[in-house]
């Protein structure tokens, strides 16, 4: 049984940690721009910032559109161009398409 255990733990501690699945970014620590900007950039744009965090590399923001909507979205922590917005799994955006 301790085996086992142990093979899982390590296993798990070996698995690199990956976003949700929606979004990634490959952008080094060192080009990150402040989380803070993006959350006064999008403030200043008329949004409300409930949360924000790193995911999969990439920036993503919990919080509310100007026009009310309340949405998920993933930015580029380097240039905060927006990748992926969605508001209760419904995709609004997504970049590329």
Do not use: H
Request: one cysteine or more.
């Amino acid at each position: 049984m301790r085996k086992i255990i142990l093979a899982t733990t390590l296993a798990l501690i070996a698995t690199p940690a990956f976003a949700t699945g929606k979004v990634k970014c490959d952008v080094a620590e060192a080009d990150m721009k402040p989380r803070a900007e993006l959350e006064a950039q999008l403030v200043g744009d008329g949004w409300k910032v409930k949360k924000s965090k790193v995911d999969g590399g990439c920036y993503e923001v919990y919080g509310t559109l100007p026009t009310g909507e309340n949405v998920e979205a993933y930015f580029d922590p380097a240039t905060f161009e927006k990748l992926y917005v969605a508001q209760r799994g419904k995709v609004l955006f997504k970049k590329g398409e």
